[in-house]
T-cell receptor
Framework: QKEVEQNSGPLSVPEGAIASLNCTYS??????FFWYRQYSGKSPELIMF????GDKEDGRFTAQLNKASQYVSLLIRDSQPSDSATYLC???????????FGTGTRLTIIP | DVKVTQSSRYLVKRTGEKVFLECVQD?????MFWYRQDPGLGLRLIYF???????EKGDIPEGYSVSREKKERFSLILESASTNQTSMYLC??????????????FGPGTRLTVL
């Protein structure tokens, strides 16, 4: 079983709709959870991180964490064509800087 | 503005060559990481370093070594390049706050092709 799992997609969402990206992880000791966006040929850039159960909002982005279900998600509201990218989920443990990445979900926003 | 730079964006080498990939960060961070990224496999950790002259193996260290002589510089070395080391190589340096990493800064990446 992979440590961090994501649906590879592609996920196609109409412009203006909500894009929902999901990630599950196997290590119950995981403490920190990150969403990165990666455009083709570019390096990953951090969108959001979350430590506590519940929702965390930043502009059009909302991260949701459920540690009991070992599940973290990213919602993108009012999706724009510029949101088309691969989204990487990553997790780490407390005091451990090592990130474990999922393989990413490719998101396409359809104008 | 924080910066992680890598010595080359694109590199083409021949099988058996010794290859050096350089990474420099200007954030005075202690931790630095080397990943490789391949389609369908995601980012995989090769080596990381917590301090000068300190190094630890990641998940796929075979065929690689590293050097950290100065805090700001972390080098990845392919002792004898092979075609299966053709990949995108990404250097990263995290900012840690109270034991929880909040931001990991990535360099622009080096696309290495081994012929």
């Amino acid at each position: 079983q992979k440590e961090v799992e994501q649906n590879s997609g592609p996920l196609s969402v109409p412009e203006g709709a909500i894009a929902s990206l999901n990630c599950t992880y196997s290590d119950r000791g995981s403490q920190s959870f990150f969403w990165y966006r990666q455009y083709s040929g570019k390096s990953p850039e951090l969108i959001m991180f979350i430590y506590s159960n519940g929702d965390k909002e930043d502009g059009r982005f909302t991260a949701q964490l459920n540690k009991a279900s070992q599940y973290v998600s990213l919602l993108i509201r009012d999706s724009q064509p510029s949101d088309s990218a691969t989204y990487l989920c990553a997790v780490t443990n407390f005091g451990n800087e090592k990130l474990t990445f999922g393989t990413g979900t490719r998101l396409t926003i359809i104008p | 503005d924080v910066k992680v730079t890598q010595s080359s964006r694109y590199l083409v080498k021949r099988t058996g060559e010794k290859v050096f990939l350089e990474c420099v960060q200007d954030m005075d961070h202690e931790n630095m990481f080397w990943y490789r990224q391949d389609p369908g496999l995601g980012l995989r950790l090769i080596y990381f370093s917590y301090d000068v002259k300190m190094k630890e193996k990641g998940d796929i260290p075979e065929g690689y070594s590293v050097s950290r002589e100065k805090k700001e510089r972390f080098s990845l070395i392919l002792e004898s390049a092979s075609t299966n080391q053709t990949s995108m190589y990404l250097c990263a340096s995290p900012k840690a706050s109270g034991g929880l990493t909040d931001t990991q800064y990535f360099g622009p990446g080096t696309r290495l092709t081994v012929l």
